[in-house]
């Protein structure tokens, strides 16, 4: 079954503890993106990764970070958590063109 | 560049009424053009997508959508809604020929089917 996971589901912490979500496929999609989602803005592509090692920003990249070691994982870091990050956060991935993106089932982070 | 607006962030219908989400959308290349469905506390599902083949696209669970490009518009319908139609819809847009498929989202449209 194709699926996309991510842990942990729920997450409260402090500001300035540094915390990583990650996110796993297992479809052997090239392509993987974190998004977050806030009430009223809809989704917004935080960093996207079109390869092992090859990553780039997306439209709210600050004070995040990510990797690509391997193709099927892509987590989020996130150094110095603040509380403008709280959010719902979705990791996403595709086979690339007009393919369908897969969502995870999202992570819900609040930052006190 | 690319952008999405969503016509309304609450819509309220009667269960069995027709059902009309507003998607109007911007990009300077032709466009491939989604909505996505998300139920409380879960993640988003693929309702339908239009990728330049035939303008009027049927989804899952009933829904359509027609892609018109003189109105730069893909509204998504349903004739009856359901009960079980109640959530958080949104539309999408990516700009068609690239690959890493960035998807710019809609603010969202909250449905509310009452009985």
């Not at chain 1, 595709?94 to 819900?108: I, L, N, S």
């Not at chain 2, 998607?23 to 139920?39: A, E, G, K, R």
């Not at chain 2, 339908?48 to 083949?53: C, D, E, G, I, N």
């Not at chain 2, 809604?81 to 690959?99: L, N, P, Q, R």
């Amino acid at each position: 079954e194709a699926q996309v996971t991510q842990n942990p589901r729920y997450l409260i912490t402090v500001t300035g503890k540094k915390l990583t979500v990650t996110c796993s496929q297992n479809m052997n999609h090239e392509y993987m993106s974190w998004y977050r989602q806030d009430p009223g803005l809809g989704l917004r592509q935080i960093y996207y990764s079109m390869n092992v090692e090859v990553t780039d920003k997306g439209d709210v990249p600050e004070g995040y970070k990510v990797s690509r070691k391997e193709k099927r994982n892509f987590p989020l870091i996130l150094e110095s958590p603040s509380p403008n990050q709280t959010s719902l956060y979705f990791c996403a991935t595709h086979g690339g063109g007009t393919d369908t993106q897969y969502f995870g089932p999202g992570t819900r982070l609040t930052v006190l | 560049a690319q952008s999405v607006t969503q016509l309304g962030s609450h819509v309220s219908v009667s269960e069995g009424a027709l059902v009309l989400l507003r998607c109007n959308y911007s990009s300077s290349v032709p466009p491939y053009l989604f909505w996505y469905v998300q139920y409380p506390n879960q993640g988003l599902q693929l309702l339908l997508k239009y990728t330049s083949a035939a303008t009027l696209v049927k989804g899952i669970n009933g829904f359509e959508a027609e892609f018109k490009k003189s109105e730069t518009s893909f509204h998504l319908t349903k004739p009856s809604a359901h009960m079980s139609d109640a959530a958080e819809y949104f539309c999408a847009v990516k700009a068609g020929g690239t690959s890493y498929g960035k998807l710019t989202f809609g603010q969202g449209t909250i449905l509310t089917v009452h009985p």
